[in-house]
């Protein structure tokens, strides 16, 4: 048997070829259920701990006194309000998490692709994309343990 007949029984047909349009159209629609599904509502839940946390970074003389952080926090145990601290002093509070949520997702949604990508065909690698967006993505019957969050935190990242 030649090479010729070889390499012809392994192409695929025109029709069941995965174009590099059919992965913008992916990518799209999936940003799309991610954002519908995990609506930013901004600075609320432990984002509230994190981000005073870096507000006490920034204004040691106003929050310093405060008994959260006077007797030290769970802050000393992470990176997250030091890296963080001059972006919100750059940017604010709310771009600054916004963006950093959005990097946070993103980097989330990367890691499911490279998980899954070495076992499975490409196709079903955005079908399980979908379904980690649009399933629900707290676990447990009360909903306090989650994934990919809706608001940042130091837990974000990791």
């Known amino acids: 048997m030649s090479d010729s007949a070889d390499m012809a029984s392994t192409t695929r047909p025109p029709h069941l070829a995965w174009s590099r349009a059919a992965d913008w159209i992916c990518a799209l629609g999936?940003?799309?259920l991610w954002l519908i599904t995990r609506p930013y509502?901004?600075?609320?839940?432990?984002?509230?701990?994190?981000?005073?946390?870096?507000?006490?970074?920034?204004?040691p003389d106003r929050l310093g006194p405060d008994l959260f952080f006077f007797y030290g926090s769970q802050d000393k145990y992470s990176v997250f309000s030091w890296l963080a601290a001059p972006l919100v002093a750059r940017f604010g509070i709310g771009p600054t998490e916004l963006v950093l949520l959005l990097l946070c997702n993103l980097l989330f949604a990367v890691a499911c692709w490279n998980?899954?990508?070495?076992?499975?065909?490409?196709p079903?690698?955005?079908?399980?994309?979908?379904?980690v967006s649009v399933l629900?993505?707290?676990y447990e019957r009360l909903g306090a343990f989650s994934y990919a969050e809706p608001f940042l935190t130091a837990l974000s990242w990791g």
């Open 30 to 32: 999936l940003l799309g």
């Open 136 to 138: 629900p993505h707290t």
């Open 41 to 59: 509502r901004g600075v609320r839940h432990d984002a509230i701990l994190y981000t005073g946390q870096m507000l006490a970074r920034l204004l």
């Open 124 to 131: 079903l690698c955005w079908l399980g994309l979908l379904f």
């Open 115 to 122: 998980l899954m990508a070495p076992w499975i065909p490409r």
